[in-house]
């Protein structure tokens, strides 16, 4: 099993930062990709980032250029990092990491708020 806690959510106006991190722990040997999702009030979870354990990363077309995933490799933990800059209003919704494993299996964080106002 691996376990996922996320924290750094926040309320922000609009054109400020926020970093969400999310340490994973449990079985991190077998985790290959991470990442990022959002969730708004009535719509659909969306792919927001996500970076491979050999650091390839991928963004949503709405966040290039803002937002930046990292990874942090440690002995018994693996941290991502969400450093999201020039907050939108459209950003709001919840943010859930998420990790897969090599066996395809799929965790999930409990959430973080994000509230971007205008």
């Known amino acids: 099993q691996v376990q996922l806690v996320e924290s750094g959510g926040g309320l922000v106006q609009a054109g400020g930062s926020l970093r969400l991190s999310c340490a994973a722990s449990?079985?991190?040997?077998?985790?290959?990709?991470m990442g990022w999702y959002r969730q708004a009030p009535g719509q659909q979870r969306e792919l927001v980032a996500q970076?491979?354990?050999?650091?390839?990363?991928?963004?949503a077309d709405s966040v290039k250029g803002r937002f930046t995933i990292s990874r942090d490799n440690a002995k018994n933990t693996v941290t991502v990092y969400l450093q999201m800059n020039i907050l939108k209003p459209e950003d709001t919704g919840v943010y859930y990491c998420?990790?897969?494993?090599?066996?395809?299996?799929?965790?999930w964080g409990q959430g973080t708020q994000v509230t971007v106002s205008s």
């Open positions: 970076i491979t354990r050999g650091g390839n990363t991928n963004y």
């Open positions: 449990g079985r991190i040997f077998a985790i290959n990709g």
């Open positions: 998420h990790a897969i494993s090599t066996q395809a299996f799929n965790y």
